[in-house]
């Protein structure tokens, strides 16, 4: 179904292996609270960098294949997510979740730390389950193409 040239495949591939261990790194934040987050800048910014590193990631990686396929590359992750589904690349229900969590990279950079923190609550909640499902996904379509 996808295309993908040995350069294209080796660049997803690279991509693949820091988003799990960026996604692994997200379990040393499970049990962090608000009150930490405000107090802590150390551990606030290694999350909001992680955070930011795992959406840039995913997006990366579904850029690259869209590409591959001619595909016009949406300006927005949001929407280069939504057209990853819509292509078949992940399920829609999938693709709709990872494109909510791309908002994460605006909630960071603009929002005040209250309105942060349950975003980010939320990402560590919700995220790893999508996550898996996400590079499950890409994994399969590696194996595909190589």
């Known amino acids: 179904m996808f295309s993908l040239s040995a350069e294209q495949i080796n660049s997803i591939a690279l991509r693949l292996d820091f988003l799990r261990v960026e996604a692994g790194d997200l379990l040393r934040f499970a049990t962090m609270t608000q009150a930490d987050y405000i107090t802590d800048r150390d551990r ?7 955070v930011e590193n795992i959406v840039n990631a995913c997006t990366d990686i579904v850029k690259i294949v869209l590409s591959s396929e001619d595909l016009p590359v949406p300006e927005t992750y949001r929407d280069a997510m939504v057209q990853a589904g819509i292509v078949g690349l992940l399920e829609e229900s999938l693709a709709e979740k990872l494109a ?10 603009h ?7 349950a975003a980010l609550r939320n990402f560590i909640d919700d995220s790893p389950a999508a996550l898996r499902q996400f590079i499950s996904n890409v994994e399969a379509l590696l194996n595909k193409a190589t």
């Open 44 to 50: 606030r910014r290694s999350l909001e960098r992680l």
């Open 100 to 109: 909510e969590f791309t908002r994460m990279r605006n909630i960071i950079a």
């Open 111 to 117: 929002q005040y730390l209250d309105i942060r923190w």
